[in-house]
Structures are given as C-alpha cells and as structure tokens.
C-alpha cells in the first residue's frame, strides 16, 4: 500500500530555514509527479509546488516561490521541501501527496502523507 | 487564481439521509473538479476524480456530477463513518485550488 511518511516539522522562528522530507514507499515513486500542500484552520488546503517523475520541471504557488524549493531523490525514494524566509502565514500542516500521472501538470492528487506541523513564531 | 466556493459551510444530517454539497468555480473548468473528504486528524483521502469518476475503493454511496462552474457531490445514504470535511479542488488551470471545505456532521 502507498505509503508517505513526513518528517522535519517542528517550531523555528521568522526568517529562518526549514527542510522538509518525505519517505515514499508502496508505489513506483521514480514514475509519478509529487506535491507538498499545506494547511492551516484560516485559509484551508493550499497547494505550495509539484515537482515531476523525473525532477526535470517544478511549479510553484506565488506565495511561496523564491523561497521554497522542491526536490526528489528517485533512488532513495525521498521527496524534500526546503523553506527559507519563514514568515508567520508559513505556519501550517505540510502534506507530502502523489499526483496520479507524471508530469507537472498533474494536479489530481490520490495519496497524501499524515502530514507534518510547522510552527513559525518568535 | 481561480476561486472555488463550496456550499453550505456545515450541515447536520442523520444515518440514511440524502446529502448534496455544492461547488462553485469562479470560471469555466470542464469538468476538472475532484472531491476530497478529510477526516478529524487525518489526511485527506480522493473520493472523486474528473467530476463524476469514483476513485477505486470509494463506497458506491458517493457520487459526483456537474460540469462548467457548478459541481455537486452526494452521498446517497449517510452512514456515521461519513461524518468529515469534504473538499472540492479544481484542476483546469495553475494553480491548481481547493474549496473552503464544507464540515458534515
């Protein structure tokens, strides 16, 4: 079964950096587009950046594009998000998610991880 | 960005009732909605994919439809295991966006 671990959440302050990963199991990770979408109680499920099979195209969300960064590791099977410049709206749940086909553009997503908190305060 | 509102907010039924929520899209997408239901504490789990395409493993009981900007999900007979909040995600264009969730109890 798919499986979708997070890891690397925790509590930092404003304008520091964070890196997330993702330990991907169950499925052959090296042939589907991922994503990273968070959530927070006042703004709902907002989706950050989805990176493709191969690595090779990356989209991101305006709120967050120049300080995160997408990135996979088909041989380990990880996925990573690294957040720079923290701010407070940063504050959220972080989901790890497979897309259903390959590319970038693939945004029905039919796995997602349990998710990880990320605290964002001085 | 376009806006995808769902309606109502939360709504209160019973074992057995007939369920219907609503989602709007800001403009035309087709039919590239997809329907999500999240449980408390858990992540959000596919139940509808392309409008009306029950995912595998999906119970019958739901059922999606709509095309262009107005979107329903229903589900049929409501059993306990349903109670949740269920998302709407439209996939027509980048970035892709969710629906503020609509709370079944």
């Known amino acids: 079964q798919v499986q979708l671990v997070e890891s690397g959440g925790g509590v930092v302050q404003p304008g520091w950096s964070l890196r997330l990963s993702c330990a991907a199991s169950?499925?052959?990770?090296?042939?589907?587009?991922m994503h990273w979408v968070r959530q927070t109680p006042g703004k709902g499920l907002e989706w950050m950046t989805i990176?493709?099979?191969?690595?090779?195209?990356?989209k991101y969300a305006d709120s967050v594009k120049g300080r995160f960064s997408i990135s996979r590791d088909n041989f380990r099977n990880i996925l990573s998000l690294e957040m720079h410049s923290l701010r407070g709206e940063d504050t959220a749940i972080y989901y790890c998610?497979?897309?259903?086909?390959?590319?970038?553009?693939?945004?029905?997503?039919?796995?997602w991880g349990q998710g990880t908190l990320v605290t964002v305060s001085s | 960005d376009i806006q995808m509102t769902q309606s109502p907010s939360s709504l209160s039924a019973f074992v057995g009732d007939r369920v219907t929520i609503t989602c709007r899209a800001s403009?035309?997408?087709?039919?590239?909605l997809n329907w999500y239901q999240q449980s408390p504490g858990k992540a959000p789990i596919l139940l509808i994919h392309?409008?009306?395409y029950l995912q595998s493993g999906v119970p019958s009981r739901f059922t999606g439809g709509g095309s262009g900007t107005d979107f329903t999900l229903t589900i049929s007979a409501l059993q306990p295991e349903d109670s949740a909040t269920y998302y709407c995600?439209?996939?027509?264009?980048?970035?892709?966006?969710f629906g503020q969730g609509t709370r079944v109890e």
């Open positions: 169950g499925f052959t990770f090296s042939t589907y587009a």
């Open positions: 998610a497979k897309a259903n086909c390959n590319s970038a553009s693939c945004y029905t997503i039919d796995y």
């Open positions: 995600q439209q996939t027509y264009s980048a970035p892709t966006t």
């Open positions: 990176i493709s099979y191969d690595g090779s195209d990356k």
């Open positions: 403009q035309n997408i087709n039919k590239y």
């Open positions: 392309v409008a009306s």
